[in-house]
Each structure stands twice: as C-alpha cells, then as structure tokens.
C-alpha cells in the first residue's frame, strides 16, 4: 500500500484507478471535512490533502503536483488572493477554485483577476460544488455568477468610489500630503488615511504611486 495512503488528511477510494490530487486550504475545519466528503463520494480518482493555512501551502516544497487547489476565502482573512497570484506563479499546473465564505459578488471578479480558474459562494448546493470541481478538473473554468464579473469587469473600478474617496484619490494623485488632505477637507489625518485605504482597496491597487498611474490612464473626473 502507498504509505501517502495512511496520513492524515488522504483518501484514496479507487487503488487501481490514476490519482489526481487535490490540495483544499481553509482556516475551517468544518469545510475542509465537508469537501472532502463530497469530493469523496462523488470522485473514485482524487487524493486530497487538508491544510488549514495558505502559508503553509506556499512554505511547502513543490513536491506535488496539484490538479486542483480549492482556496477559501473568509470573513477575517483577505491574503488569499494575493496567495492564489503566488500559487499561479509555484504551482502553475494547477487550476485554483476559490470557495468564498463571504458570498461576496465583487470577489468574483477579485479571483479571475489573481488567477483562478473557478469561483464558487458557501451558499451554492452540492451539485454545484460538484460541477465546478469537475469542470476543473477537466481543464475548464466555472465562475458562478459570472454575469456579476461581466457586468464588473465593464465598468471602472474608480465608480465603486464615494464622492470623498474620490476628492481624496485627486488629492493623493497630485501629490498631497494626508495633512494638507486633512486640513483641505477639514477631516482629521487619520480619516484621511481610512479614505486613503478605502480607495486602494476598491481600486485594488498597492500604493500611492499606483493611485496617480490609474488617475491618468483613466482621466478619472472629480465628483460633481
């Protein structure tokens, strides 16, 4: 018997048939045991691996050979996307799900972007769970609720702005210090710096520098 077999967090159902492995990183252990459990009633050639840590995931070396990753995305954890960008660039075979505990529309865009090759919410049923693996598996993408990332991916990102964000986004793209903004808006700097965060979250940017790059490739107009 392969001793890969016997440790924890494997299953194998079918020993004659190829193996295709499956890694599922999720801080919960209810989800974790859940996929499994349907992974292995449903599919007869899958050997799973449990791991409640992304970073374990990217400490360990590239020893395996994904066929599929399945990420969660939580409530308290917003690292996995930029995980998955990490995933693309060690493990690039693999094809990654995103299973999102937030049920969050905008993270369905957020996924496509970093990488994945599928995006399923926690409120989906099992068969859908199943198809997305599946069409994964198969070499396929499976975004549910894609019409949410055609109609995002249509429009600007700088629209997802309030009108203070947006004063704020011109004031950090000509050069204002978060004092000056303060005074100018009669906001304390420490709101500023919300607002400052606010914008590069929505906007998905790392930086000031990238603020003032997206201002002017996208000749971004102040709000009336």
Known sequence: MNPAAQMPGFFRADTTAPMRQV????????????????????FRDLMVVELAEVSDALLRPAKRAWDLIVVEVGFHYDGAFSAIREFRRHRGAASIL?????????????????????????????????????????????????????????????????????????????????????????????TVSTYRRRVLDKLELQSTADIVRYVVANGVSLPE
Request: glycine share 4%; charged share 30%; with cysteine.
């Open 98 to 190: 995103v299973l999102d505990l937030t049920a969050n529309d905008r993270n369905v865009l957020r996924a496509a972007r970093s990488g994945a090759a599928g995006y399923i919410p926690v409120n989906v049923d099992r068969a859908d769970v199943i198809r997305a693996v599946r069409r994964l598996l198969d070499g396929k993408t499976f975004f549910e609720a894609s019409a949410a990332v055609e109609a995002e991916a249509q429009e600007p990102r700088h629209v997802r702005l309030s009108a203070r964000e947006r004063l704020v986004m011109h004031a950090l793209a000509a050069g204002k210090r978060n004092c000056r903004i303060a005074a100018e808006l009669n906001l304390s700097a420490k």
């Open 23 to 42: 890694l599922i990183v999720s801080e919960n252990v209810l989800v974790r045991q859940g996929l499994k459990e349907i992974l292995s009633q449903e």
